[in-house]
């Protein structure tokens, strides 16, 4: 492979996963999930007390993610319910307020 400016290289990605929905955009426990995997990874080899003990690591942080994500996302609705509301659109507020 070559570059526009002249370089080259190449290099190897590893597995791509995708990840969809229909019609919804990923819940915070999807996406929990999907960040999980990137931080956890057990190994296949390890003795049972060992992966037994990651897999419930794996699951708290997961856990704690999700939560946050949920803050997070119940804390951007009330900032644009505010920016709604001071700017007079408060219909459009309304509905923020519901979700």
Not at 34 to 63: G, W, Y
Request: aromatic share 6%; proline share 4%.
């Amino acid at each position: 492979m070559t570059f526009e400016n002249g370089s080259s290289g190449a290099g190897e990605i590893g597995p791509v996963k995708v990840f969809t929905s229909n019609n919804r955009g990923h819940s915070p426990e999807e996406i929990a999930e999907m960040c999980v995997n990137k931080i956890c990874s057990i190994s296949t080899d390890a003795p049972p007390h060992v992966r037994e003990q990651a897999l419930a690591f794996r699951e708290k942080v997961k856990a704690v993610i999700a939560e946050y994500m949920l803050r997070a996302i119940e804390s951007d609705r009330t900032t644009l319910w505010n920016i709604l509301k001071k700017e007079g659109f408060h219909e459009e507020a309304e509905i923020i307020r519901r979700l």
